[in-house]
Nanobody
Framework: VQLQAFGGGLVQAGDSLRLSCAASGRTFIFVTMGWFRQSPGKEREFVAGVAWSGGRPYYADFVKGRFTISRENGKNTAYLQMNGLKPEDTAVYYC?????????????????WGQGTQVTVSS
């Protein structure tokens, strides 16, 4: 199983970016897809999650109304649409997959991880 995140970049405050996470291998074992982020000196934090089969997404409070997680099963790809970016959103963003449907906010509950993509938001 492999996850590959891409789509990061350098943008200005208020801009938008869409991150993608391409999954390959035994993707049928994925139940939940999630996005996390990590800034230097900080712990990895949950951003958004969604069931691979669909259903209501769930978000960290600090991104509600700005970020949208989605998935496209036919392409084995999950997305994170980020609007209204702020300098504090600067981080390496990781996609992750969980084999369960627990809708976890904890990185410890996710079994598979992509390599991360850097998002830098300038003020």
């Amino acid at each position: 199983v492999q996850l590959q995140a891409f789509g990061g970049g350098l943008v200005q405050a208020g801009d938008s970016l869409r991150l993608s996470c391409a999954a390959s291998g035994r993707t049928f074992i994925f139940v939940t897809m999630g996005w996390f982020r990590q800034s230097p000196g900080k712990e990895r934090e949950f951003v958004a999650g969604v069931a691979w089969s669909g259903g209501r997404p769930y978000y960290a409070d600090f991104v509600k109304g700005r970020f949208t997680i989605s998935r496209e099963n036919g392409k084995n790809t999950a997305y994170l649409q980020m609007n209204g970016l702020k300098p504090e959103d600067t981080a390496v963003y990781y996609c992750a997959a969980d084999e369960s449907a627990r809708r976890s906010y904890s990185s410890y509950d996710y079994d598979y991880w992509g390599q991360g993509t850097q998002v830098t938001v300038s003020s």
